[in-house]
């Protein structure tokens, strides 16, 4: 069974930087993009950062400058480097992943249990 298990949240005051892990774990054949996803409460679940397998990002213009993505392929693990936070970021982050598990499978979209993060000011 896969499970992508996030780790790395916390409380912090505006102006302190935290880092998100997410692992994914269970057998897989193969993981195309992964990223991470914000719902503050009242609001929607938003798009924060992408990271495709070769290594292209996509920054949401919000954090753009202050987030940054990256992904150890080996480990199958993706982070989310948060510097200069500010009290707008507080959200439940979740970690997302299209993931084939099986070579003649298309990618399933898998999302990890979700890992709070909040800013005081």
């Known amino acids: 069974q896969v499970q992508l298990v996030e780790s790395g949240g916390g409380s912090v005051q505006a102006g302190g930087s935290l880092r998100l892990s997410c692992a994914v774990s269970g057998i897989i054949f193969s993981i195309n993009a992964m990223g991470w996803y914000r719902q503050a409460p009242g609001k929607q679940r938003e798009l924060v950062a992408t990271?495709?397998?070769?290594?292209?990002?996509n920054i949401a213009d919000s954090v753009k400058g202050r987030f940054t993505i990256s992904r150890d392929n080996a480990k199958n693990t993706v982070y989310l480097q948060m510097n200069n936070l500010k009290p707008e970021d507080t959200a439940l982050y979740y970690c997302?992943?299209?993931?084939?598990?099986?070579?003649?499978?298309?990618?399933?979209?898998?999302w990890g249990q979700g890992t709070q993060v909040t800013v005081s000011s």
């Open positions: 990271i495709i397998s070769g290594g292209r990002t």
């Open positions: 997302n992943a299209e993931i084939s598990i099986r070579w003649h499978l298309g990618p399933g979209n898998y």
